[in-house]
């Protein structure tokens, strides 16, 4: 939520094999741009009956009307059950007589300081059996220049994607029963159907015309505008979309909706609006205000989320104190159907946490993800996510669909939803063995290279694919999408002109140096070998295979050392334990610390354990027991009676380490 658009490109950059999308360090643009705005909709809003309308009349007007009128996605049914606990005293007579949406709208303005919300929801009471569109045509057409912009708001709700209001002109109530419970004049028909033909926004500038206080409709024609687009309004004045959102406050200084979309238009946390009121508010305060005049939307919570980093907090209006978890937590609370949200929950939490929602489920990271797809079977991320949180490459999970899919399987998915998911791309060809393919769910059979060929169609800069695709063409050169032709050495510089801290790519640029040679960086620097590992390790401290190849470049008899980043100097032996500390299972690691001692001689790993010669490598054999002089070196530090026993379980004799030493020299 750095803009109020979005940003479709939000992962992080990954540095390593693979990382889970929306990182919550990456908030800002963690869900997907249509979540930023509220959008007012009023898909399958059913005619209520009579006895609903009157108890709704009589009890809810104060307050409930505005929130139904902009209550997103959400139906007017959903009143049923609060309806169905009233006592009976309350039921209204069984023979109302009908009531003429013009009087139904007036009185509720008299009832609401957003007549804004009671007109719409007035306009469909009574026993009329008009449904929302032709409720609000009838408005559209009266005389009363605020009913009128009333109706033309409401029917700019009813034009879907642009499309003409006249597409669902013989709409019917839900009893499927056309309406001739009124008594408008043919005239104030002839008036309503003009207005059919507009598209959104121009009926919200007619609503604004007839009313040019209409706070509402200044905000819901903010939300039709992309950025830096402006509009002409009919008294001339030409304005932004943060302008109609600070003019809806100056009319409507309650409208949640325009508190949190006019948060949405700053591009930073530090930018601040100044209200007509004489108010300078920045981001966060924009949207606790929005909190403050409708605790119960989900959206606000949901940006406010978004202004946190680490472990900040805020303060809510109510007092309560929360952080960003909290925060996404309650957003669930006042809509768990919001699907990102518990993908953004779930990249909070390390592999062991749950989380308690406050429908008292608990759930962990897979979860949380599998609950996003039951919400949304579309999310993209939700299924990268649990691709990238598999144990193993053989391990499935079961969809909320009842499919059961694998590490691949999973990306392919991720990319049936976003084409253009550039690390599902990347992640997937890790997936693939030399000359393998997959087929994609468009039809496509793409091989590794033509996978992260793909991945920079998406994202030219994304440096990890450059650096994959350069470690795959040791021999060949590749062809970009501007037509520019690298060799591998060109695709880990260019890596690094995209990203100048990007560990693998000083890692690989590093291993292709020998001796004296150095390499020329897109920053000027010229580096040895030495030096590109020690950049590797500034960038990534954890990097195991850069502190590996250091140690080698350094003699064993710990006479010299090398200094990090970090000011810590370290000799080759260092090196070696903390490539270990890093990777537990780097064979390597073990092997050349138990190659660099002596006799009796142990060292200390990073876990506390001391070791000596003969248990390092027995490690090291049981992490790899394919390497013949792994078998070699142990044999011969056995005697002919001794037995070596590996951490797997395995018995071995000085006997059976040397034939197993010629029959791998065999293979």
């Known amino acids: 939520f750095s803009n109020h658009r979005g940003d479709s490109s939000f992962l992080p950059d990954i540095n390593q094999s693979m990382a889970e999308a929306s990182d919550p360090s990456h908030s800002a643009a963690a869900l997907d741009a249509r979540y930023v705005k509220h959008h007012i909709t009023t898909d399958d809003f059913p005619p209520l009956s009579c006895q609903q309308c009157s108890l709704l009349y009589k009890f809810f007007v104060p307050h409930l009307f505005f929130h139904l009128s902009h209550a997103f996605n959400h139906s007017l049914n959903r009143l049923d059950p609060l309806l169905a606990n009233r006592s009976t005293d309350m039921q209204p007579p069984t023979s109302p007589s009908p009531i003429q949406p013009a009087a139904v709208a007036a009185e509720l303005q008299k009832h609401s300081t957003h007549r804004t919300g009671a007109g719409v929801a007035g306009a469909r009471l009574g026993d009329t059996g008009l449904g929302f569109r032709e409720a609000a045509a009838r408005l559209a057409g009266m005389d009363d220049t605020r009913l009128r912009a009333v109706g033309l708001w409401a029917l700019a709700h009813c034009v879907d994607d642009g499309e003409s209001d006249d597409d669902d002109d013989d709409e019917k109530d839900e009893e499927g029963q056309e309406n001739d419970n009124n008594d408008h004049t043919n005239e104030d028909q002839d008036k309503s159907k003009d207005t059919e033909t507009r598209d959104e926004r121009q009926l919200y500038l007619a609503a604004l015309e007839c009313d040019p206080d209409f706070g509402l409709a200044y905000a819901c024609l903010g939300i039709t505008l992309d950025p830096d687009e402006t509009v002409t309004l009919a008294d001339g004045r030409t304005l932004t979309e943060a302008e109609l959102y600070v003019e809806a406050l100056r009319c409507a200084p309650a409208c949640a909706l325009a508190y949190s979309n006019l948060g949405s238009t700053l591009a930073a946390a530090t930018e601040t609006?100044?209200?007509?009121?004489?108010?300078?508010?920045?981001?966060?305060?924009?949207?606790?205000?929005?909190?403050?005049?409708?605790?119960?939307?989900?959206?606000?919570?949901?940006?406010?989320?978004?202004?946190?980093?680490?472990?900040?907090?805020?303060?809510?209006?109510?007092?309560?104190?929360?952080?960003?978890?909290?925060?996404?937590?309650?957003?669930?609370?006042?809509?768990?159907?919001?699907?990102?949200?518990?993908?953004?929950?779930?990249?909070?939490?390390?592999?062991?946490?749950?989380?308690?929602?406050?429908?008292?489920?608990?759930?962990?990271?897979?979860?949380?993800?599998?609950?996003?797809?039951?919400?949304?079977?579309?999310?993209?991320?939700?299924?990268?996510?649990?691709?990238?949180i598999l144990p193993d490459a053989e391990a499935t999970i079961a969809l909320p669909d009842g499919r059961a899919l694998g590490r691949r399987a999973l990306y392919v998915e991720a990319l049936r939803c976003d084409p253009d998911f550039s690390f599902a791309y990347v992640n997937l060809s890790d997936t693939l063995v030399p000359d393998e393919s997959v087929v994609l769910a468009d039809g496509r059979t793409l091989d590794s290279r033509g996978l992260l060929l793909e991945a920079l169609r998406c994202q030219p800069r994304l440096g990890r694919a450059l650096v994959l695709l350069g470690v795959q063409c040791a021999d060949t050169v590749v062809t970009l999408a501007d037509g520019r032709v690298l060799d591998q050495r060109g695709l880990f510089l260019e890596a690094l002109r995209c990203d100048a801290d990007l560990d693998i790519a000083y890692y690989n640029a590093g291993v292709l140096l020998s001796g004296s040679e150095t390499v020329a960086l897109p920053d000027g620097r010229v580096l040895t070998e030495r030096e590109m590992y020690l950049e590797a390790l500034r960038c990534n401290p954890d990097y195991a295979n850069a502190y590996f190849n250091l140690a080698l470049l350094l003699p064993d008899d710990g006479n010299e050392s090398v200094t990090l980043h970090d000011g810590r100097a370290l000799t080759a032996r260092m090196l070696f334990v903390e490539a270990q500390r890093c990777d537990p299972h780097f064979a390597a690691a073990y092997y050349r610390l138990g190659a660099g001692l002596g006799g009796s001689e142990t060292v200390a790993l990073a876990d506390g354990r001391v070791l000596g010669r003969k248990q390092l490598y027995a490690i090291a054999l049981a992490l790899s027991p394919g390497v013949a002089v792994l078998y070699s070196e142990l044999a011969q530090l056995l005697d002919d009676k001794e037995t070596l026993v590996l951490d797997n379980g395995q018995h071995f004799t000085r006997q059976q380490l040397l034939e197993t030493v010629a029959a791998l020299d065999g293979e």
């Open 273 to 388: 609006v100044t209200l007509a009121s004489g108010q300078t508010l920045n981001q966060q305060q924009l949207f606790l205000e929005a909190v403050r005049c409708e605790p119960g939307q989900p959206w606000p919570y949901l940006k406010l989320a978004a202004t946190l980093v680490g472990d900040e907090t805020v303060a809510l209006p109510d007092g309560r104190v929360l952080g960003q978890r909290g925060l996404y937590v309650e957003t669930l609370r006042h809509d768990p159907a919001i699907a990102p949200v518990y993908i953004a929950l779930g990249s909070m939490l390390s592999d062991s946490e749950t989380v308690a929602l406050t429908d008292r489920r608990v759930l962990g990271k897979a979860q949380l993800y599998l609950a996003a797809l039951a919400h949304d079977s579309e999310q993209a991320r939700a299924y990268y996510n649990l691709a990238v």
